[in-house]
C-alpha cells in the first residue's frame, strides 16, 4: 500500500498546475530603413505608328506616352528622362536617323510632362540621335511623383521624303530614366 500512496503523490506534484512555472517575457527591436533616390518607367504604348495626316508629303507624326515614379535626395538630387534610338530603321532604303538619304530628313520630338514631381519637359524640339541620349524631363531637388505615378509624353516628327522606298520600317527607342 505505501507504494501506492507515494506514487499517486508524485503524479499529483506532477500534473498539478501549482507545479508549472509560468513567466512572460518581452523584447522591442528598433525598425530602421534608408530612403534613398529611386526612379521607373512604363511606356504606355509599346509601339508608337508614325502616319501621315493632311496633303501628301506631309510629315509623319506619333505620340509615345508614360508614366513614371521618382523621388530625387533632398539635398542636391537631380532626375531625368532621356531617349537613344538604339536601333534604327529597318530595313533599308527608308528612313534613317543615322544616315538619312538626304540631308535634312530627321526624326525629331517634342516633351510634355506633368504630375507631382514638376517636371520640366524638353524646352524644344529635339533631334533623336543613334550616338547620345537626347532630353525629354528634367527633375529637380527632393521631387516626388505621385503614387500612381506621373505621366509624359514625345510628340514624334519624322520628315517625309520622297526617297523613301514603299513599305513597313521600324526602329526602336529605349527611355531611360535616373534620380540621385
Not at 127 to 135: D, G, N, V
Request: charge should be neutral; hydrophobic fraction near 30%; include cysteine.
Amino acid at each position: 500500500m505505501r507504494k501506492f500512496s507515494l506514487m499517486l503523490i508524485l503524479v499529483t506534484m506532477v500534473l498539478s498546475p501549482a507545479a508549472f512555472a509560468q513567466a512572460t517575457a518581452t523584447g522591442t527591436t528598433a525598425i530602421t530603413v534608408t530612403i534613398g533616390a529611386e526612379a521607373t518607367i512604363s511606356i504606355t504604348n509599346g509601339s508608337t505608328p508614325l502616319t501621315e495626316t493632311g496633303t501628301s508629303f506631309t510629315n509623319f507624326t506619333g505620340l509615345t506616352n508614360f508614366t513614371y515614379q521618382v523621388r530625387t535626395s533632398q539635398a542636391s538630387g537631380s532626375g531625368s528622362v532621356t531617349l537613344k534610338v538604339t536601333s534604327d530603321f529597318s530595313p533599308a532604303n527608308g528612313p534613317s536617323v543615322a544616315t538619312p538619304p538626304t540631308a535634312g530628313d530627321t526624326l525629331t520630338y517634342t516633351c510634355t510632362g506633368s504630375g507631382g514631381s514638376s517636371p520640366t519637359p524638353c524646352s524644344s524640339a529635339q533631334t533623336a540621335s543613334t550616338i547620345s541620349s537626347t532630353p525629354v524631363l528634367t527633375l529637380a531637388t527632393d521631387k516626388h511623383s505621385t503614387s500612381p505615378g506621373d505621366s509624359g509624353a514625345v510628340n514624334w516628327t519624322l520628315v517625309n521624303d520622297p526617297k523613301y522606298k514603299t513599305g513597313s520600317y521600324t526602329s526602336t527607342v529605349t527611355f531611360t530614366i535616373s534620380a540621385t
